[in-house]
């Protein structure tokens, strides 16, 4: 089907973002696009080309000026003819073209995620590409948006392609073993020939996907947890950092009830800062509840943070053995020095001291945990658990001895391989995968 329309509808959408601006883009996608631009621009402009043209109402009128392009199939985004008018970012020019847009018949405007939708069936791209676009479009920082341009130009597309290839040929060579075994130019035991390089590929994924944390973190952020006594200074180190308002700050122990969350980006990196309510025995149900939950972020943490003021460390309370790495560090140091050794930072958010240093050290903290994401890694869940069950069928096909069971188990590997990119049945998915893109994408 690539290159051939799939639906009998024409797609169009507002593709640039909110109004006011000062240029929007109309795209149009679908087999009546020649029709639609002869109709509003008054001809069909070259390929490929920006021209400059009036764009007409139903009865002449004018509605603006602006250039327009047309993508004839099979040489566009998503394989049909599409459009492109670039007009004026008024909310009124806009409104009045899709309007006269939405007036023609076969015309109607495009759900979410639908131009890729197209892209994907007409074979332009493949599920871990239509991913990777949805994930590029969402990207709020600089490592976020270099893992999405990274499988968005087939990474992982082709890795997946080449392990599929490997286990369709010793599957291949499986069945000509028990189907031509008295064939000459079928050697004999040539399945176990294909036995070593079976166990090479199933290192090969599991390995593969032990770099999802890394990609885990650039999506979602590295999650870094304050804890510490009441009064220790974490909503104040919230607030420096986030550089405004986020905490509710007062000299009254025990503000923090629950937890405060925010998002920054340090050094290219997506950290998520999260505040929480002071450690120490209770007998307020309320504040008791917020320690169990600041208990619970730290479990979750990549970095925690352990805040103490220096004039306040003998306070005593439980300190807790949290999974992720401890940052000891000292808060008021404006006030009080800390003793040498204790800590191993000290910050001041009166004065700012320590925290371009502590900044530092949590985006320093960050790549490292992010080290893989310049190799080819999986990027979802889904992907994981189709990987994870290819390694399985792959060590399943390895522990049986009959030829008719290995070669059964590798063609599950293949399938389970295949749904990653599309190569295999995925439709259940595609509502799923496409929802999550803008209108206009």
């Known amino acids: 089907m690539n290159g051939q329309p799939v639906f009998r509808d024409t797609i169009f959408a507002l593709s640039s973002g909110g109004l006011p601006s000062g240029v929007a883009v109309v795209r149009l996608s679908g087999p009546h696009v020649r029709e639609a631009l002869q109709l509003v621009a008054g001809r069909v402009p070259a390929a490929r080309r920006a021209t400059l043209l009036s764009l007409r109402d139903g009865d002449g009128g004018l509605l603006d000026e602006g250039l327009v392009l047309f993508f004839p199939a099979p040489a566009s985004f998503s394989g049909e003819d599409c459009a492109e008018f670039q007009i004026h970012g008024g909310r009124a020019v806009v409104a009045a073209l899709l309007r006269r847009l939405g007036e023609m018949p076969g015309l109607r405007q495009a759900e979410a995620g639908e131009f890729t939708h197209r892209a994907f069936l007409n074979g332009k ?10 994930d590029l479009i969402g990207a709020e920082t600089e490592a976020q948006r270099r893992l999405a341009v990274e499988n968005a130009q087939g990474g992982q597309r082709d890795l997946y392609a080449a392990w599929r290839q490997r286990l369709l040929h010793a599957r291949a060579m499986i069945e ?25 590929l199933r290192q090969d994924i599991l390995a593969h996907v032990e ?13 870094v947890v304050l804890v510490g006594a009441p009064n220790a200074g974490k909503s104040s180190l919230l607030n420096a950092l986030a550089r405004r308002e986020v905490a509710i700050v007062t000299e009254i122990a025990g503000t923090t009830r ?33 320690v169990r939950k600041a208990v619970e972020a730290a479990d979750r943490a990549d970095l925690v943070l352990h805040l103490a003021d220096p004039a306040d460390v003998e306070a005593g309370f439980d300190k807790g ?74 060590g399943n096909a390895l522990n049986r001895t009959e030829l008719e069971l290995r070669a059964e188990h590798l063609r599950l590997a293949g399938e389970s391989l295949g749904r990653i990119t599309g190569a295999s049945d995925v439709e259940e998915l595609l509502g799923v995968i496409f929802s999550e893109f803008c209108i206009g994408k």
């Open 258 to 290: 629950d937890l405060v969350e925010t998002s920054l980006d340090i050094d290219g990196m997506k950290i998520v800062i999260t505040d929480t309510a002071g450690l120490r025995e209770t007998d307020d149900v309320v504040e008791r509840i917020g």
């Open 321 to 394: 053995t949290w999974a992720a790495p401890v940052l000891p560090v000292a808060t008021k140091c404006d006030l009080t020095t800390p003793g040498p050794g204790s800590f191993a930072l000290a910050v001041s958010t009166v004065t700012g001291e320590g925290l371009p240093e502590l900044t530092g050290e949590i985006a320093r903290r960050a790549r490292a945990a992010t080290g893989k994401t310049g190799q080819v890694i999986p990027t979802r869940l889904r992907q994981v658990r189709l990987l994870e069950a290819t390694a399985q069928h792959i």
């Open 176 to 200: 000509a073993e028990f189907d031509f075994a008295d064939e000459a130019d079928v050697p004999g035991s040539v399945s176990e020939r294909e036995v070593a390089n079976l166990a090479r």
């Open 211 to 223: 770099g999802f944390r890394a990609a885990e973190i650039v999506r979602d952020g590295f999650r």
């Open 125 to 134: 791209v493949d599920v871990t590409g239509a991913e990777a676009l949805a």
